[in-house]
């Protein structure tokens, strides 16, 4: 009567083909070791790399805590003793900066730097507080003295916990001193020894660390790793150690905890004479007045930029890695081809074939994405952990997760598809036709790769936008205005011509297989075996072509970038050096080089102790406006400076004003404003002669000061350049100029002394890069020089404008900051200069340090080939990978070979041409991907390239032969033949 309810279970169907897939995998893991191995290699080397390298540019950036950290500790407020002038307004995150809101008046009365007590009346009640008085001293160690900031006071206070770090040692007492590890080194001096400061000894009891002093170095990876010439000099003493009360101090600090100001009460504090840090304004809060709204989310916008290049990079990266993992997959796809058919006969679905795949490449990429994952923050750890010990130290341990999440996404993903791929295509042939072996694309007539050609055409049409935009922008500030569009459409022209050639590869090597029955045996063999194993050449070239592409772009990019910034000439050393005087200055009321012929016998002598020698000696000296009384160290001077010739089209029609015209700020303003939208109205080219650098980073006028000097230094400077006829024109009081643009058509050169007393102009100075720069601020008075004009030879280090004493005699001007300068018989490098220093700072001598190049810049200049260096290296391997994949894949077909009598030789050549192939069509085609749009972008922006940032890409063109070198070595001398028929 009733039937009976019926349960329903759930099929166990599926639960079964998963369990079966995954044990498939296993034992296909397990079956295949070097296989395996490789594809686990390929996924967690790179993914170890990128994430090592993330890791540790996120470290050196400090965040703005961090920043406020090394600046404050854990004091709320820092107010900093500082001169102004009436209406003066302080940037709130940096009171060094700073503009008046008032017109500046001759006899106007300044603000002075306010006095400790007037600094500790403006602490609020309550609050704490302590003092820092910073000056100069000259620290005597046990064989030579060298001057250094010394600062008092009480530093062992828990609240400068951040922003004093102490590193060896205690923190002393009254009567010991504590030094920075640099000047410890510098003065042979460790714990336990002795410096002396005025006429006493101190003990030294520890080593401090000043992290204010290397905040601003914390965001150079370089600088991290000890690359850079910085040194860290630094003493410091107790409030009430003895020498406290002698020295100068140069500026006062008071840090206050429990004290926040308000903008008005900030511009309140800068009226008397001080200037203030405050943690709130510097952690992003409150606005900055006039210097705009401060931006909490400027260094989160920073970290953005910095993660979306990375993922880029990284995209492309494992983009290359799926491409050789699929070429290794594909391989184990035909070997498993029979089993997976097997399995087929006896019912198992397709889904479940490509199930045992897939699951393959998950397991695999599984354990190299946590392999490679955990070795790069190994690696990282310990690398920020040495740097703090032994180098510059990082700014933290700043892990960028969302970047390695999406890092680790990608590799696996890549493991997966790269698995996947082969799977779906064995699992889509038909059990009989497996069984029989039947050769991949017999089943079927490969399709035309539509989406491929598709992807390519888009790719040409972006390229041809952005051209059009580029050629079509008539004025400087249309092509700025399309900048960005311009490039964005460059780079999405490249990715995706990219991705579209990678796609319709494939139909290349069968438009490139019709043509082979010209070529060699060798060559058909090669190109017939391609052809017939697309799943696995398919990949590899397709791999070289978007690493040649990537690394060709980025050695441009970063070329063009180290070009700009001066690191190719900064690397190149000169052989005339500097030598400073470190002891007191020695300045005559004289428009005379006042020579120390005594002192430049004691330089000399030391050089040649060292085994340096020279070819030539002279003195140098800067040209001042005023007077130095030596007797009483009172002085009223002002820098010369060269000046942009009143028709030089880096003008671009602006003019400095004179003092005499008493030009208002706005006036000024109305200046610069005017010559801005000039600029923006002329041709790119005008623009990139000039060097303009819009922005408030603007070259000081001091870079274009006239230097005194005689023959034999003016012979020294112009080297290969220098002419009798010039020497003779320097004798007779003509100017010798190194930039054109100083010279004016009726061959004469006019400096002037500019007028700093006037408030600072916010908007800065517009500079006109190695031409000099436009300097707004009014002119005192000027001078006229006839001029030759000579080149240097692109030594931008070196004087730019030279005049004899003679020259300037009876000028009201004299002769300042002397140096003698040295020509040795071969340039230095940094450590050597270095060395010198230690000897010569015995005579109170030091060569200047910008003569030689640091680790920085070296490093930056060898950043393009260390691309291209990586990229050969990937284009060797898929070939070293392509050609063991295809021996072992073609065993049988090279046993047939030896059958029916092929030697050696032609099996090599085989090998050589497969690889040598792969090579050749992945650097073309990866180099017109890459290097072309890049190359027509900067010629588009810049209106020029720079030819040394090419020569890095000649040594890809190579690299095929070594490819074809490794796939002719890698073939099997000795194989056992299979006669044909048997």
Known sequence: MFKPKTRRHPSSNSVRATTLARRMAWRDINKSKPRSVLVISLVALPLMVMVLVATLLDSSTPSAAEKTATQLGLFDQQLVSMEGTVGMVQNPRDPSSWHSTEDYQEGAATIPAASLKTMLGAVPPGAHATAVVRGFATVKGPEFSVGAPISAGTFLDPLFSGRYLLREGNWGSDSSVLLTGDLATELGVGLGGTVSLGEEEYPVAGILEDRSEDSSLATDLAAAFGLGNHKSHGVFIAPGHPFAEEFEAWSTSVFVEGMSVTRAEQEALNGKGMGSYDRATMLGAGSAGIWGQANPDSDASDALARILVLFVIGFFVFLEVGLLAGAAFAVGARKQRRSLALLSANGAEAGTIRSISGYSGLFLGGIAVLLGTGLGLLVAWATIRWSEQFAGGFSGWHVPRDLVVALMLLALASSVIAALVPAWSVASHSALSALRSVGEGAARKPRFPVAGFVLLGLGLAAWATALFLGLGAGTYGLLQARSSYIVLGFVVGMVLCTVGMMLGI???????????????????????????????????????????????????????????????????????????????????????????????????????????????????????????????????????????????????????????????????????????????????????????????????????????????????????????????????????????????????????????????????????????????????????????????????????????????LGSGGFVADPRQMVELERSLESGEIEKLNQGLQKFGASIGGSYGPTGIDRLMVQVPWLLVIAASLLILTTAAITTGLALADGREDARVMVGVGASQKTRRRLGGVQAGLVAVLGVVLGLGLGAVPVGILMLILEGTIDTRILVPLLGLLVIPVLAAGIGWAMVERKIPGTRVGA
């Open 506 to 808: 494939g139909h290349i090597l069968s438009l490139v297989g019709k043509a082979g029955h010209r070529l060699p045996l060798a060559a058909r063999l090669a190109i017939r075996d391609i052809q017939r194993n697309k799943g696995r050449t398919v990949p590899a070239v397709s791999a070289v072509i978007a690493g040649t592409a990537l690394a060709a772009a980025l050695a441009l990019a970063v070329g063009h970038g180290v070009a700009g910034a001066g690191y190719l000439d900064a690397a190149r050393s000169s052989s005339v050096v500097s030598v400073y005087s470190t002891g007191e200055l020695d300045t005559a009321n004289t428009a005379d080089l006042d020579r120390d012929t005594a002192q430049e016998n004691v330089v000399l002598e030391q050089l040649a102790r060292e085994g340096h020698a020279v070819r030539a000696n002279s003195r140098f000296g800067m040209f001042h406006d005023g007077h130095f009384n030596v007797g009483t160290d009172e002085e009223t001077m002002d820098t010369f400076v060269a000046l942009l010739a009143r028709g030089s089209a880096c003008r671009f029609g602006a003019r400095e004003p004179l003092v005499s015209e008493k030009p208002s700020s706005a006036s000024i303003q109305q200046q610069i404003d005017s010559m801005r939208a000039r600029v923006e109205a002329s041709d790119r080219f005008t623009v990139n002669y000039c060097g303009v650098d819009d922005g408030s980073n603007a070259s000081v006028p001091g870079d274009v000061s006239v230097d005194v000097t005689d023959q034999t230094g003016l012979e020294m400077v112009l080297g290969k350049n220098y002419a009798p006829e010039v020497g003779e024109a320097f004798n007779r009081g003509s100017a010798i100029v190194t930039v054109p643009e100083f010279v004016d058509d009726g061959g004469r050169l006019t400096i002037g002394v500019p007028d700093y007393r006037y408030p600072g102009i916010y908007t800065g100075e517009v500079s006109i890069g190695s031409s000099g720069a436009v300097v707004f601020a009014p002119l005192k008075r000027t001078m006229e020089f006839d001029a030759v004009e000579v080149p240097n030879g692109g030594a931008s280090s070196l004087p730019r404008v030279m005049v004899s004493a003679k020259a300037i």
